[in-house]
């Protein structure tokens, strides 16, 4: 089943204002969840671990 914003919730309490580190610096999640971006479309759980890489990045954006 998709995962959304209460899914994530769990460990993040707003999973759509939240700024992280990523792999080209502090990355905030606001604009995809603005666009109607779920969670799971960069989020996968791989061997328990939801960080994205950056091949799911280079899906939508080419620059990165």
Known sequence: ???GPS???PCHAN???ATVGSI???FSHGAHRKAGLECI?????RN???RT???TCRSCHEQV
């Open 24 to 26: 080209l610096g502090p």
């Open 15 to 17: 999973p759509g204002e």
């Open 48 to 50: 328990g671990d939801p």
């Open 41 to 45: 479309e960069c989020h996968g759980m």
């Open 1 to 3: 089943a998709p995962r």
């Open 7 to 9: 899914d994530c919730r």
């Open 53 to 55: 890489d950056r091949a």
